[in-house]
């Protein structure tokens, strides 16, 4: 396969065993290779015509299903495709011919074919099995259960001691909380339920989830609380255009922190007033932690949009609020070299809301910040 018109495409090699190799059980294809005569090229459609109401992920799942069904067993999974006579397989078609609430319980139905072949083959209970275990077992991964005689031993022992756990039907579930780094460094807490997900890494943030939230996140601009405890009056008063707060609002990320320099200027009657005009969001590396922007600010003097004002300091995004700015915060705002008086603000995603809140460094502040960059 040739992909040099699409370069961001790449072809791995995959882990997964995914049963293609079943569909010459199907009679479809074994009357056609038993009456061959002579060698002929066929063209075989897998998704008959699901497309027209079912999107390619959908279809290509229940094609995994099927022919994960097929391999484990083939009988059961042919009487559950075509349970009674008037199921019917249209001539150009491969599978039978179903509406989709018929398929979605042949779906149900195929999957739970294939967890019970594999709890009765493994000596497990099917109910105990988590979401990440159900999907690598359908999609064909290496699982074996894990066997520790000594934690076994133990068990059997707890069971002997307190028989009244069993009576009662406990089912206590312990997480255990890992901390890690990944290749860049960054670090990464991760909560797992059972042995299994401690040995197989599985992200927590689904990115369609993220993206999903992420979309609706403009909604929140509706309910925009300022944090008043401590505030300190004796400084100037920051204004910031509700506009200009929804627009970054609505192309931020829940988790993934997105900062910009704050830019404005006094109105000529009043000098202890500063108003936020423009935000610029220059190039930038955001975690769940926090967000490095360049060094040094744009220049006001070097583009027509700035004129006449001047850089009053940076707004970050952050997915939970905090009752103080962090050392993170203190030291970026160190690094940045701004004026004095400059201050950070915080954008925090609160449920339903979002909560501002500004910081400006004392000179011990500056000082804590420079010793501990």
Request: charge should be neutral.
């Amino acid at each position: 396969v040739h992909l040099l018109d699409f370069p961001n495409i790449v072809i791995k090699g995959s882990e997964l065993s995914l049963p293609f190799q079943s569909f010459a059980s199907l009679e479809k294809f074994g009357d056609l290779i038993l009456k061959a005569t002579q060698p002929q090229m066929c063209l075989f459609n897998l998704y008959d015509d699901w497309l027209s109401s079912i999107s390619s992920y959908t279809a290509f799942s229940r094609l995994i299903l099927l022919f994960r069904a097929l391999h484990v067993n083939p009988d059961a999974t042919k009487m559950v495709l075509r349970p009674t006579r008037a199921v019917v397989t249209k001539p150009h078609h491969v599978w039978p011919t179903l509406t989709d609430e018929e398929w979605m319980r042949v779906e149900i139905a195929l999957k739970d074919l294939i967890l019970n072949d594999y709890a009765k083959k493994n000596n497990v209970n099917v109910q105990s099995l988590t979401q990440s275990e159900i999907r690598d077992i359908i999609l064909g991964a290496e699982i074996s259960p894990a066997v520790n005689d000594a934690a076994s031993k133990k068990e059997k022992e707890e069971l002997e001691n307190n028989p009244s756990d069993v009576a009662g039907g406990k089912n206590n579930v312990t997480a255990v909380v890992t901390q890690t780094s990944n290749k860049h460094g960054e670090q990464m807490v991760i909560t797992t339920y059972s042995q299994y997900e401690q040995k197989t890494f599985s992200s927590k943030t689904d990115w369609r989830i993220r993206a999903i939230s992420s979309s609706n996140l403009y909604l929140r601009s509706a309910h925009i609380y300022v944090s008043s405890d401590g505030v300190n009056e004796s400084g100037p008063t920051y204004v910031l255009a509700k506009n200009v707060l929804k627009k970054l609002i609505a192309i931020s990320d829940l988790r993934t922190q997105i900062g910009a320099f704050m830019y404005g200027h006094s109105p000529p009657d009043n000098a202890h007033v500063k108003e936020i005009h423009a935000l610029v969001i220059p190039p930038q590396i955001g975690t769940h932690k926090n967000v490095s922007l360049p060094i040094h600010s744009p220049s006001p003097g070097d583009n027509p949009f700035l004129a006449n004002m001047e850089c009053l300091g940076w707004i970050h995004t952050q997915s939970a609020e905090l009752d103080a700015l962090s050392a993170e915060d203190m030291r970026l705002h160190c690094k940045y070299q701004l004026s004095p008086n400059s201050i950070v603000m915080t954008c925090s995603f609160t449920p339903g809301s979002c909560t501002l809140s500004a910081y400006r460094l004392t000179p011990q502040g500056h000082e804590w910040a420079k010793q501990n960059m």
